[in-house]
C-alpha cells in the first residue's frame, strides 16, 4: 500500500478510443503529478498541480488531457492516442510542490500499464 | 535545466558481491537528492534521500549512499547484494524546484 492508488492497472485501447486513467492519494498531500515511464528512457515528467492548479505542462500532446477535481484525485484522459505512447504511466504526490527550499518527497503509485494498438 | 546521468544501464553480479551504482548530476546550485527502487512488478519506492547534513546517507535494506558536492555525484552502494535486490534502481535530483531522474540501472543478482 503506497497511499496512491492507480486505477487500471493494466489498459488496451484502439488509437479512435477515449479513456481515462485515475489516480486517488491518500496521504493529505496538496501536489499531484503524471509522470511517463517509456523503456531505456528517463522517468518524464509530464503534468504537474498544486492545490489543484496546473503549474508545469511539459510539451505533452493535447491527446493526454490532464484533470483535477480536488487535492486528492488526479485524472489523465486520453483520446486519439498513438502507438509510442505505450508506457507505463505513474502518479505521484508530495506535500508541496513549489519553494526553492520545500523538503518534499514525491511518493508514487503502481502505475498503469497502456498499450495502444 | 539539471540533468542526471546514470551509467552502466545493466548490472548482472552475484550474492554476496559489493555494488555501486554511479549517478552525477548536473545543476549548480542546493540540491535534495534521492535513489527510488523499483522492484519486478512493484511500485517506485523511496530508498533514501539527502537534504542537508552527513553527506553519507543510510537507507532501508543496508544500502547508503554518498553526496560529494564538489564531484556532483550521490553514488548509491550496498556492501554484500542479495537476491532479493534485483530491481531497477533511479537516482532523482530536485533542484530549483524541478526533480528530474536518472534512466535507471538494472540490476540483476544471481543467487
Known amino acids: 500500500e503506497t497511499g496512491v492508488t492507480q486505477t487500471p492497472r493494466h489498459l488496451v485501447m484502439g488509437m479512435t478510443n477515449k479513456k481515462s486513467l485515475k489516480c486517488e492519494q491518500h496521504?493529505?498531500?496538496?501536489?499531484m503529478y503524471w509522470y511517463k515511464q517509456s523503456a531505456k528512457k528517463p522517468l518524464e515528467l509530464m503534468f504537474v498541480?498544486?492545490?489543484?492548479?496546473?503549474?508545469e505542462n511539459n510539451s505533452v500532446p493535447s491527446r493526454f488531457s490532464p484533470e483535477c477535481p480536488n487535492s486528492s484525485h488526479l485524472f489523465l484522459h486520453l483520446h486519439t492516442l498513438q502507438p509510442e505512447d505505450s508506457a507505463l504511466y505513474l502518479c505521484?504526490?508530495?506535500?508541496?510542490?513549489?519553494?526553492?527550499?520545500?523538503?518534499?518527497?514525491?511518493?508514487f503509485g503502481e502505475g498503469s500499464w497502456l498499450t495502444v494498438v | 535545466a539539471q540533468s542526471v546521468s546514470q551509467h552502466n544501464h545493466h548490472v548482472i553480479l552475484s550474492e554476496a558481491a559489493s555494488l555501486e551504482l554511479g549517478c552525477n548530476y548536473s545543476?549548480?546550485?542546493?540540491?535534495?537528492l534521492f535513489w527510488y527502487v523499483q522492484y519486478p512488478g512493484q511500485h517506485l519506492q523511496l530508498l533514501l534521500k539527502?537534504?542537508?547534513?552527513?553527506?553519507l546517507v543510510k537507507g532501508i535494506k543496508g544500502f547508503e549512499a554518498e553526496f560529494i558536492k564538489s564531484k556532483f555525484s550521490f553514488n548509491l552502494r550496498k556492501p554484500s547484494v542479495q537476491w532479493s535486490d534485483t530491481a531497477e534502481y533511479f537516482c532523482?535530483?530536485?533542484?530549483?524546484?524541478?526533480?528530474?531522474f536518472g534512466k535507471g540501472n538494472q540490476v540483476v543478482v544471481i543467487p
Open positions: 505521484a504526490s508530495s506535500q508541496g510542490a513549489t519553494g526553492g527550499t520545500t523538503r518534499n518527497t514525491i511518493y
Open positions: 496521504l493529505g498531500h496538496n501536489a
Open positions: 498541480y498544486s492545490l489543484e492548479e496546473r503549474v
Open positions: 545543476y549548480g546550485g542546493t540540491v535534495n
Open positions: 539527502y537534504f542537508s547534513g552527513d553527506p
Open positions: 532523482a535530483v530536485r533542484g530549483n524546484n524541478r526533480l528530474a
